[in-house]
């Protein structure tokens, strides 16, 4: 029960006892005073009726008697009469009934004693005889009643009134606490940086002070943490001269982009006009140049992506890109040649201005190698300098399937409700128990089962991911009771983030589905977290208040960009097994690397281990768990066997 509540309800019985309380003392206050003037009343009532009656006791005459009787005592606090006198042959009694319209619990609970008062009748040296009248206690209770029930609506109205005020007035009150504990929550789940406001409660000023510096520390502890990443990271990946990432770098992002179902193609740029700058100019005018150029190919982008780019050597450099068509590809690859070729020439000391940069290009194919696929671009640069073109584009094996046959293929199974079948590969903890199990597709034609890696490009070229997305989440929710694992985790395109109206979609089917989100984790990957971070932020909210988990897949591609984790808070992070297998990343790296994770309540996955030396490994510098061969992919599902 929260501080709000507890303090309403102590108030609450508070103000019962003491209403309460009120009730019984003036309720019966007023009960012993009626009392004591009905005694009162009756006393002088039988005072006058014995002074009044002894004419007509002399006289014997008993029916004056009584008349005088019932007219004295008629409206009074009077039950019974009795009159005894020797000079009347009988003696005069009789009751007085009256109905009380009090309840009869209200007359059992607060009860009115009944009194009886004799009085004699005096007839000179002896008494003529006696009247006793005994008391009502009817009209005492109506009247007892009538104060109760005034009473008690006053105490009632003025209790909820009351109760009314105290509850603004602690709202009010409780409302920095409020602020505090919400701040908390914020620290623990979304981020650091943002202060409270001062709070007039003089208690409360200390502890805002102190969660506000609490929450600088840990924002600059994260920062510093982050800072020293970077740092790490410039020593083992990047090149001092041109500020890009060095051959290491290429060879790891190669090595996760082939380990993923992308498309897109790798690409040796030879900038040979370097070296005749640098007989000319020293390494001075050569590094300016070679920055200028690192520059240019920093701020590009292929349709929407920014590309991968890196230092090779004194005059290569080594891309990554996106996937396209062949024509956007060659005619991006041209623009980039001529925007190369008019840094050199704009260089006032060049003497002969001629076409010095040349590319060589060659596009992913399946089950392609990273040795294998610089042999063919090199080969593919040094044909296009022989050539003294500027673009050469390395010739596809001839046994890719065409993409227009693929879509084909795709929308006949996303319009089919078995068309996409899934596996599952588990992820483990350290401790031997299970993440989740993340799904990949399988794409059905026929009887034949398509792994994501031949199809996946195809839905990145035509973008059509957030249908597939949505396929995937329907698939899931018709077949969530033949699955008998306990967690799933899906991975999203990023179309369905590129678009309002899908994204819209998503949150809709995850607020369709709340008994699936609490058996599953959606994830997404670094480059989508960086490009819609704000719409990233929502779906991690909102998947997390309807017991989802949030992930981010391919983490630290871009370690210059890690302040967007403290924002995000993700549940866990997947880095590739190509970060632990490389000789020029020390172990320090790392364990930074998993520290800043762990500065966010964020668990490290590291994906792709192949053996019980790579899970030694893993668990040395800090990571959580890990994915790969040696938990393999199993079927999702239980079967009917045919």
């Not at 007219?71 to 005894?84: F, I, K, N, S």
């Not at 369709?512 to 932020?537: K, T, Y």
Request: charged share 25%; aromatic share 6%.
């Amino acid at each position: 029960m929260s501080l709000s509540r507890r303090l309403f309800t102590l108030m609450l019985l508070l103000l019962l006892v003491f209403s309460f309380g009120i009730f019984f003392i003036q309720v019966n206050n007023t009960r012993d005073s009626l009392a004591e003037r009905q005694r009162v009343e009756l006393s002088n009532l039988a005072q006058s009726l014995s002074l009044a009656l002894v004419p007509h006791v002399e006289l014997g005459d008993a029916a004056s008697a009584e008349t005088l009787i019932r007219a004295t005592v008629d409206g009074g606090y009077v039950r019974d009469v009795r009159l005894e006198s020797v000079a009347i042959p009988a003696p005069i009694s009789f009751d007085i009934e009256r109905e009380s319209h009090a309840p009869a619990w209200f007359r059992e609970l607060i009860p009115i004693s009944v009194e009886t008062v004799s009085r004699e009748l005096p007839g000179g040296w002896a008494s003529l005889g006696t009247i006793s009248l005994t008391g009502e206690p009817a009209q005492g209770h109506d009247q007892l009643w009538a104060l109760a029930k005034r009473l008690g609506l006053w105490l009632l109205v003025g209790g909820l009134l009351c109760l009314l005020i105290a509850s603004l007035v602690m709202r009010r009150l409780l409302r920095p606490l409020d602020r505090l504990s919400g701040r908390l929550n914020e620290m623990e789940t979304q981020r650091f940086d943002a202060p409270l406001e001062e709070t007039s409660v003089e208690e409360l000023k200390g502890i805002t002070s102190a969660v506000n510096r609490l929450g600088q520390r840990l924002q600059t502890q994260f920062e510093a943490q982050a800072a020293q990443l970077a740092r790490l990271q410039r020593q083992a990946e990047q090149d001092t001269v041109s500020g890009l990432g060095n051959r290491g770098y290429l060879n790891r992002a190669v090595d996760e982009w082939l380990s993923e179902p992308l498309g897109g193609s790798f690409v040796l740029l030879r900038a040979g006009y370097l070296e005749e700058v640098y007989r000319e100019q020293g390494y001075k005018g050569r590094d300016a140049l070679i920055r200028a150029i690192a520059q240019t190919l920093e701020q590009r982008e292929l349709e929407g992506e920014p590309i991968v780019a890196a230092r090779l050597g004194n005059y290569d450099f080594g891309l990554l890109l996106p996937e396209v068509d062949e024509v956007t590809l060659l005619a991006f690859l041209g623009e980039l040649a001529d925007n190369i070729d008019s840094l050199m020439d704009a260089n006032p000391l060049a003497e002969i201005p001629y076409i010095s940069c040349a590319i060589g290009a060659v596009r992913r194919e399946p089950g392609m190698q990273r040795t294998q696929m610089f042999t063919i671009a090199d080969a593919t640069l040094l044909q296009t300098i022989e050539q003294g073109s500027e673009v050469g584009l390395a010739p596809e094996g001839g046994q890719a399937r065409p993409r227009g046959e693929w879509r084909k293929v795709i929308e006949k199974a996303l319009g089919d409700n078995n068309g996409l079948d899934f596996v599952a590969q588990p992820v483990l903890l350290n401790d031997g128990s299970e993440l989740h199990r993340e799904l990949f597709a399988r794409l059905r034609e026929g009887d034949e089962l398509h792994r994501a890696g031949d199809f996946l490009p195809v839905i990145r070229h035509f973008r059509i991911g957030a249908r597939f997305d949505l396929r995937a989440l329907e698939w899931l929710a018709m077949n969530i009771d033949k699955i008998q694992v306990p967690r799933l985790a899906l991975n999203l395109t990023r179309e369905t983030f590129d678009d309002e109206a899908s994204f819209a979609g998503l949150i809709n089917w995850l607020n369709v589905h709340p008994n699936i989100c609490q058996r599953l984790d959606i994830e997404v990957a670094e480059s989508i977290a960086l490009r819609h971070q704000e719409r990233v932020m929502t779906l991690f909210r909102r998947a997390r208040r309807l017991g989802a988990r949030g992930g981010i897949d391919r983490f630290a591609r871009e370690l210059k960009e890690l302040s967007y984790l403290s924002a995000l808070r993700p549940d866990y992070v997947k880095i590739d097994q190509a970060f632990f297998k490389r000789e020029d990343v020390d172990t320090e790296l790392l364990q930074s690397l998993c520290m800043t994770a762990h500065q966010v309540e964020s668990k490290v996955i590291v994906t792709r281990v192949e053996s019980a030396e790579d899970q030694a490994r893993v668990m040395s510098v800090g990571a959580d768990g890990y994915q790969g061969y040696v938990a393999p992919a199993v079927d999702v599902m239980k079967r009917k066997s045919s």
